[in-house]
Nanobody, 124 residues
């Protein structure tokens, strides 16, 4: 069964925008934090942003602060990542993830559920 499914990736030029969506079907009692991660070949998967399922606080990697915005619509069971002013170094496969909890938020080993990923390519 599909529990997390990303969409919205694509190819854009530097300075452009994309919005990623993640359809969530993980039961609420198994996830207290939702996150976005990204990975490029040969590198470790890194945390991009995270948000508690019940709350408004958000966390971001320094490299995306001021450019990316994580949000959620719990009525639609959907997680979003709005990406503005994209740079070539943002090129990666982006993954949606869920965890009972993660401290620090970017510790990927705490996340139990992962989507299949969506490719984001930013050209200069």
């Amino acid at each position: 069964e599909v529990q997390l499914a990303e969409s919205g990736g694509g190819s854009v030029k530097a300075g452009g925008s994309l919005r990623l969506s993640c359809a969530v079907s993980v039961s609420a009692n198994r996830r207290s934090i939702m996150g976005w991660f990204r990975q490029v070949p040969g590198k470790e998967r890194e945390g991009v942003a995270a948000i508690p399922t019940a709350g408004t606080i958000t966390w971001y990697a320094d490299s995306v602060k001021g450019r990316f915005t994580i949000s959620q619509d719990n009525t639609k069971n959907t997680l979003y990542l709005q990406m503005d002013n994209l740079k070539p170094e943002d090129t990666a496969i982006y993954y949606c993830a869920a965890a009972a909890w993660a401290a620090p938020w970017h510790d990927r080993t705490r996340y139990n559920y992962w989507g299949q990923g969506t490719q984001v390519t930013v050209s200069s």
